[in-house]
């Protein structure tokens, strides 16, 4: 997929500055993270920030035990929210009860890597392909027994709903997805791009290191600050609202996914051999068929498409709404009226 950037001067500068900075980090350990052994369906006490979730639910689904929000009226409509990387299930905690008022059943799970998701196998490969994580999505709607749903996200959480629609489109009622049409594939990543383009991904080159291994587990909540205070500059978010969220980031198979994600993505490290037929599928970058919006903050600090390179990927019934008001990357948590009205209305094309 081609991939085009805004060329956003606060983040070229708050990059660059942080790939100056830093101590020298030791190389890192192989992770290999040990599964939780949650039991299917528990119920725990999620970690509350202000407004939080107020409970975590547990189920097997496919490789993983994964941590899930389940709230709304159980025989209501289905609506699967993903988040992005480096945020967490909280991305969502203002548009779920604006959901939920509006009689929908609301499933916003912890992606591989975050939270209380685990590894049902503690050998398993640490794996952040984006078939990989697309296929995660269906598993759990087949363990918790969701023929189809609206899906809707931002970041990774965009890329896997796009995925989920390209593929099963049988399973995919509506698609709300922020920055677009995002799915690529290795070939695509090999492709060169400007420079000020290039360094906008900075943090994929340092992943591809064994330094921005080490780096990223020592310092994995200041590095998820200094992505969220980029990727939206405008979007004043607190200490208790940054922290709430970074707490998921210390599952024990996080760095190993995200590190994973990036390489793969550069062709540096391979997947796993039964998400290959997907993946060769992916490659061809196909058309999703299922209605859709595609939505764009104002602020999006992040890189990302413009619409126009995307908007003949989506060959149903397509939307694309721009959210003003300084709205940034992590748009669900900074525009939930937003996210959720377009979350409503593909409901409804």
């Given at each position: 997929m081609?991939?085009?950037?805004?060329?956003?001067?606060?983040?070229?500068l708050?990059a660059?500055?942080?790939?100056l900075?830093?101590?020298?980090?030791a190389?890192?350990?192989a992770a290999?993270?040990?599964?939780?052994?949650a039991?299917?369906?528990?119920?725990?006490?999620?970690n509350?920030?202000?407004?939080?979730f107020?409970s975590?639910?547990?189920?097997d689904?496919?490789?993983?035990?994964?941590?899930y929000?389940?709230?709304?009226?159980?025989d209501?409509?289905?609506?699967i929210?993903?988040?992005?990387?480096?945020?967490?299930?909280?991305?969502?905690?203002?548009?779920?009860?604006?959901?939920?008022?509006?009689?929908?059943?609301v499933?916003?799970p912890?992606?591989?890597?975050?939270?209380?998701?685990?590894?049902?196998?503690?050998?398993a490969?640490?794996n952040?392909e984006p078939?990989?994580?697309?296929s995660?999505?269906v598993?759990?709607?087949?363990?918790l027994?969701?023929?189809k749903?609206?899906?809707?996200?931002?970041?990774?959480?965009?890329?896997?709903?796009?995925?989920?629609?390209?593929?099963?489109?049988?399973?995919v009622?509506?698609?709300?997805?922020v920055?677009?049409y995002?799915?690529g594939?290795?070939?695509?990543g090999?492709?060169a791009?400007?420079?000020k383009?290039?360094?906008?991904?900075?943090?994929?080159?340092?992943?591809?290191t064994?330094?921005?291994r080490?780096?990223?587990?020592?310092?994995?909540?200041?590095?998820?600050?200094?992505?969220?205070?980029?990727?939206?500059?405008?979007?004043?978010f607190?200490?208790a609202?940054?922290?709430r969220?970074?707490?998921?980031?210390?599952?024990?198979?996080?760095?190993?996914?995200?590190?994973h994600?990036?390489?793969?993505r550069?062709?540096?490290a391979?997947?796993?051999?039964k998400?290959?037929?997907l993946?060769a599928r992916?490659?061809?970058?196909?058309?999703?068929?299922v209605p859709?919006i595609?939505m764009?903050?104002?602020?999006?600090?992040?890189?990302?498409?413009e619409?126009?390179?995307?908007?003949?990927?989506f060959?149903?019934k397509y939307?694309?709404?721009l959210?003003?008001?300084?709205?940034?990357?992590?748009l669900?948590?900074?525009?939930?009226?937003?996210?959720?009205?377009?979350?409503?209305e593909?409901?409804?094309l």
């Amino acid at each position: 997929m081609q991939q085009y950037f805004n060329n956003n001067r606060r983040v070229v500068l708050a990059a660059a500055a942080f790939i100056l900075a830093g101590a020298q980090l030791a190389l890192p350990a192989a992770a290999q993270a040990q599964s939780a052994g949650a039991a299917p369906n528990a119920t725990a006490a999620a970690n509350r920030g202000p407004a939080g979730f107020k409970s975590i639910k547990q189920i097997d689904a496919g490789v993983l035990n994964v941590g899930y929000v389940d709230e709304g009226p159980a025989d209501g409509p289905v609506v699967i929210l993903l988040h992005g990387w480096p945020y967490d299930i909280n991305s969502f905690v203002d548009v779920a009860p604006l959901l939920t008022k509006a009689g929908y059943r609301v499933i916003v799970p912890h992606l591989r890597g975050y939270g209380t998701t685990r590894f049902l196998d503690p050998n398993a490969v640490r794996n952040g392909e984006p078939a990989a994580l697309a296929s995660d999505v269906v598993a759990l709607m087949d363990a918790l027994k969701i023929d189809k749903a609206v899906l809707a996200g931002y970041d990774w959480g965009a890329r896997t709903a796009d995925i989920v629609a390209a593929l099963w489109p049988q399973r995919v009622k509506g698609l709300v997805s922020v920055s677009g049409y995002l799915i690529g594939s290795q070939e695509a990543g090999k492709q060169a791009l400007p420079p000020k383009a290039e360094l906008q991904w900075w943090y994929q080159f340092y992943f591809a290191t064994e330094r921005g291994r080490a780096g990223y587990e020592k310092n994995r909540h200041d590095f998820a600050k200094l992505i969220w205070q980029t990727a939206s500059p405008q979007w004043r978010f607190d200490d208790a609202t940054f922290d709430r969220s970074a707490a998921s980031l210390e599952n024990p198979d996080h760095v190993a996914i995200t590190v994973h994600n990036y390489r793969w993505r550069l062709g540096l490290a391979n997947g796993e051999t039964k998400y290959d037929e997907l993946e060769a599928r992916l490659a061809n970058l196909p058309a999703i068929a299922v209605p859709t919006i595609t939505m764009e903050g104002d602020a999006n600090g992040a890189p990302h498409p413009e619409p126009a390179a995307y908007a003949k990927r989506f060959t149903g019934k397509y939307k694309h709404e721009l959210v003003a008001g300084g709205i940034g990357h992590n748009l669900p948590q900074e525009a939930p009226r937003a996210f959720a009205d377009a979350v409503i209305e593909v409901d409804h094309l």
